[in-house]
């Protein structure tokens, strides 16, 4: 055999050896980098002493997680409103500002119901004695949450 024919033959499986090598770095860096975050992650949940609401979400039923999402008192105000407001209808929230995450998560759960400026039904949530002119008094959940409705 030739010098260089054996030369050639060393490249080709240097080559081979080369892209396997690589695959097999690739493939363990990506698998310890998984192991380390999954560590954070669950020591930071256990430390935070979220890891028993962690495990309750996971577990729970559509009513549960809702509840834990949204907050108890929240998700029971918008199950009220979904049980006596018409599908078909245009709302506003009293007590919850246009960006917050309440609102937005309220007209997610309320949908098809619209949520606009001018409204048929404003929904009060956590302000106690809340009016507007125009509007009268429909249901209530308690004093604090509840229906107006356009008169």
């Known amino acids: 055999m030739a010098a260089s024919e054996v030369k050639n033959r060393h490249r080709h499986h240097f080559s081979i050896l080369r892209k396997h090598a690589e695959k097999w770095f690739l ?3 990506f698998l310890i980098w998984c192991i380390l975050w999954l560590n954070f992650v669950a020591r930071d949940l256990y ?3 979220l890891l028993d ?3 309750v ?3 729970g039923d559509y009513e549960e997680k809702h509840a834990i999402t949204y907050g ?3 998700y029971e ?3 009220f409103v979904k049980n006596n407001v018409p599908e078909e209808t245009f709302y506003d929230f009293a007590g919850l500002d246009d960006v917050s995450l309440d609102s937005r998560r309220g007209v997610y759960y309320l949908y098809p119901r619209t949520k606009i400026k001018h409204p048929i039904y404003v929904l009060v949530y ?3 004695g809340y009016t507007k ?3 009268a008094h429909y249901a209530a959940l308690d004093n604090g949450r509840f229906i107006l409705k356009r008169r």
Do not use: C, W
């Open 27 to 29: 493939t363990l860096f």
């Open 47 to 49: 430390r935070k002493g």
């Open 53 to 55: 609401e962690y495990k």
């Open 57 to 59: 979400l996971a577990k």
């Open 72 to 74: 108890e008192r929240f």
């Open 77 to 79: 105000f918008l199950k």
């Open 126 to 128: 956590e302000k106690p």
């Open 133 to 135: 002119d125009g509007f």
